[in-house]
Every structure is written in structure tokens, then in C-alpha cells.
């Protein structure tokens, strides 16, 4: 079970790291009524002058992503089989 979740995650991690190298950004239905970025999100986002959001994640990101997708995936195979 837990190497299935392990492979899992990875996975996801990995394909989403695929979807940020074939997308260049997101803009995010929806109206922010806010324009106050906090730390983390104001990284990633921006407001346009039609108020809605906009993702537009760094060129390393998606990189990143997969790299550590992969390695999760790895660490997944290298897990001791489940005794019954």
C-alpha cells in the first residue's frame, strides 16, 4: 500500500510538471477582490486589469516538477515488498 501511494504522488508530481512545460499560464475564473498577495502566492500570480487571476509559473518549475516526480517514482521501486 504504501508503495502504491508513493508511486502514485510521484506520478502526479511528474504530470504535472509535463502540464507546465506545454502551458505557458493559467488565467483563473473568478474576480479577486482582493489585490493583497501574500508571500507565497505572489510568486505565482498576478491580477489582470480585468481582475481575474493569473498563474504563470517560472520556466524552472516545471523542471523541477518532473524531476522530483521521477525520483518519488524511483524511491517507490526501491521499496520492500509488502509481506503478507
Do not use: C
Not at 505572489?42 to 517560472?58: A, M, Y
Amino acid at each position: 500500500m504504501l508503495r502504491a501511494m508513493f508511486f502514485a504522488s510521484g506520478l502526479f508530481v511528474f504530470l504535472l510538471g509535463v502540464q507546465f512545460l506545454v502551458v505557458d499560464k493559467m488565467v483563473l475564473h473568478g474576480k479577486d477582490e482582493n489585490s493583497r498577495d501574500t508571500q507565497f502566492r505572489g510568486l505565482f500570480t498576478s491580477v489582470s486589469p480585468e481582475g481575474q487571476r493569473i498563474f504563470d509559473p517560472q520556466d524552472w518549475a516545471a523542471f523541477a516538477l518532473m524531476s522530483v516526480g521521477s525520483v518519488t517514482m524511483l524511491y517507490s521501486a526501491a521499496l520492500p515488498k509488502a509481506r503478507d
